[in-house]
């Protein structure tokens, strides 16, 4: 297991990955545009593995496209990131979460980031464009503020500040390791 997120591509050093290095991959800029999802998920393969995110993430390409819309369904990049821990013998374990409070959404976040875990999040239609219709790896919490990888990026938010300009709704996705499949 890696441990860390740190990637390097081209010989620069990023915070997880971005849906843009799909480019090598003679993935058009249409589709790349909409694959924030899948670089999501990879992030969390890498960090997990011993692979190389470029591979995890043409791979991921190739289990799931994206759709004119992107991936919206929380469910569809669950299945996907699922179908990728098993091909790298990866016990993980994950979980839909739908927040219909702030108390609940700034619990989870913080309870699954202390357990050793990730949240994979999308916010439709949020007012900060950094964030909408956008997924994004949550990689640590502290109270209100939540550290992300989002486009190669470590970039930080406050939780607050995500609830009151959320549109439509919030997606998150848990993913911790298996303890029960662990040898």
Not at 120 to 147: C, F, P, Q
Request: charged share 20%; net charge positive; hydrophobic share 40%.
């Amino acid at each position: 297991m890696r441990g860390n997120f740190n990637v390097i591509y081209n010989g620069m050093e990023y915070y997880g990955g971005h849906q843009e290095w799909l480019k090598s991959f003679g993935v058009n800029e249409f589709f790349r545009n909409r694959a924030c999802g899948l670089a999501a998920i990879s992030n969390v393969v890498y960090y997990y593995s011993d692979a190389e995110y470029c591979e995890i993430l043409k791979l991921a390409y190739n289990i799931i496209k994206p759709s004119l819309a992107g991936i919206y369904s929380a469910k569809r990049l669950e299945n996907a990131l699922n179908e990728i821990a098993l091909l790298y013998e990866l016990p993980l374990s994950t979980e839909i979460f739908n927040p219909y409070t702030y108390e609940g959404f700034r619990w989870y976040i913080n309870d699954v980031i202390r357990s050793g875990g990730f949240i994979i999040m999308l916010n439709y239609n949020n007012r900060n464009k950094e964030l909408s219709y956008h997924w994004v790896t949550i990689t640590g919490a502290k109270g209100d503020v939540i550290t992300t990888s989002n486009w190669g990026s470590k970039l930080k938010y406050n939780l607050r500040e995500i609830w009151k300009m959320k549109g439509l709704m919030l997606k998150l996705i848990k993913v911790n390791l298996d303890d029960k499949q662990i040898k």
